[in-house]
């Protein structure tokens, strides 16, 4: 019994000869000691902490250009001898319901949802997926891990994660990116609410857009956009924005505004689309043409000059961000008739400014056309 007890009393006699103060701990990081405190259970610290920041949440960019995405990080107080860190950026893509973060459940699922774009550690590095050979850190000045993206895609938009790790602390910051375009709504060529989200997606990226996220409707919302048909969005909600209240559109009790059908069924529910389209590379153009054309011709008149019928994603953009204005209908892409107007005047549409729209007419008529090259 006697032998069992031994090795109690040699830490009672342990403590009693330190004073009582327990075991002493240093792991030269976090805490002097980890057991001494003030008597009510708080640790005191006394090490080097890891800061992560951003001095912009949000940037903002056109597609085809090149974009930085701040990022330092400094040690409080700063380290005599420094560290190895290694550097993730990852990314959750706009419309993934990154924009909910407030509540811990939600903000973990949006960390479980973002992918990586770039690992770094030292001179090392390694890019991933549509990101492969886009990106690289600035590293202007020591603890720059600003993210540089060339190429912008349209569909790089999202909630960029920038975190550092040195082994001891994991730190990070995020940064949104926002794309300068244009939001239009978009229907079937066979008629109103036809799409169900797979197909509203599929048919944006055919008119070189992509599904709008609630905040670029939003914006445009604010900007001046009313439509009374509802529409995908990104996120898979179907919503529509009113700047004059009315009946048919919610009533006239009800305040201008976004409304919102909620989330709907992806595959059963069928609607209209809100799309996306952000600055083109080339240019849109109103090709002048002995004639008038069919359909057909039309395409092949873009084809005989270097180029391709515009697309309806491109007209608006080259409406938008670059002020084309022309009062002739055109063929688009998707075999519907329009014409932007930067400067509204009369015999040329309504009293705003904005892309005209003759809808799908039959293949045999005769319009004009625009181009992209």
């Excluded at 050979?133 to 569909?155: F, Q």
């Excluded at 939001?183 to 008629?191: A, E, H, I, L, W």
């Excluded at 797979?198 to 996220?213: M, N, P, R, W």
């Amino acid at each position: 019994m006697l032998s069992l007890l031994r090795p109690l009393l040699v830490i009672w006699l342990y403590v009693l000869i330190s004073g009582g103060h327990g075991f002493k701990y240093n792991n030269g990081f976090y805490y002097q000691d980890i057991t001494n405190g003030n008597g009510n259970g708080e640790i005191y610290f006394n090490g080097v902490r890891l800061h992560v920041e951003s001095p912009q949440p949000s940037v903002s960019a056109s597609r085809g250009s090149s974009v930085t995405l701040p990022c330092h990080y400094r040690y409080e107080p700063e380290l005599d001898i420094p560290r190895k860190t290694r550097v993730k950026w990852s990314w959750l893509p706009a419309g993934s319901g990154g924009s909910s973060i407030n509540e811990p459940a939600s903000f973990a699922a949006a960390v479980a949802r973002e992918t990586e774009v770039m690992v770094a550690m030292g001179n090392r590095h390694r890019s991933y997926g549509s990101f492969r050979g886009r990106v690289r850190l600035r590293r202007s000045a020591p603890g720059d891990m600003s993210l540089v993206i060339n190429e912008l895609h349209l569909n790089d938009t999202g909630r960029y994660r920038c975190e550092v790790i040195d082994g001891l602390e994991d730190e990070s910051v995020t940064v949104e990116l926002e794309m300068r375009g244009v939001v239009f709504p978009y229907y079937s060529q066979k008629g109103r609410y036809l799409f169900n989200f797979l197909g509203a997606q599929q048919a944006c990226e055919e008119q070189d857009a992509t599904l709008a996220t609630f905040e670029q409707l939003f914006t445009a919302w604010e900007e001046g956009l009313d439509w009374c048909n509802a529409g995908w969005l990104a996120d898979g909600t179907v919503q529509y924005p009113i700047t004059v209240s009315r009946y048919g559109c919610g009533g006239v009790d009800l305040a201008p505004g976004l409304r919102s059908y909620g989330q709907r069924h992806r595959l059963l529910h069928r609607y209209d689309a809100f799309c996306f389209s952000a600055s083109v590379k080339g240019t849109v153009y109103f090709l002048k043409h002995p004639s008038k054309l069919n359909f057909t011709e039309a395409i092949q008149a873009c084809a005989n000059d270097g180029g391709h019928i515009a697309k309806v994603g491109q007209l608006y953009a080259a409406w938008r961000l670059m002020g084309l204005d022309r009062c002739d209908a055109g063929w688009l892409a998707d075999g519907s008739v329009r014409y932007p107007i930067a400067k509204a005047r009369s015999n040329c549409g309504p009293s705003e400014p904005g892309v005209r729209s003759f809808g799908f007419p039959p293949y045999h008529q005769k319009f004009s056309v625009y181009c992209y090259r």
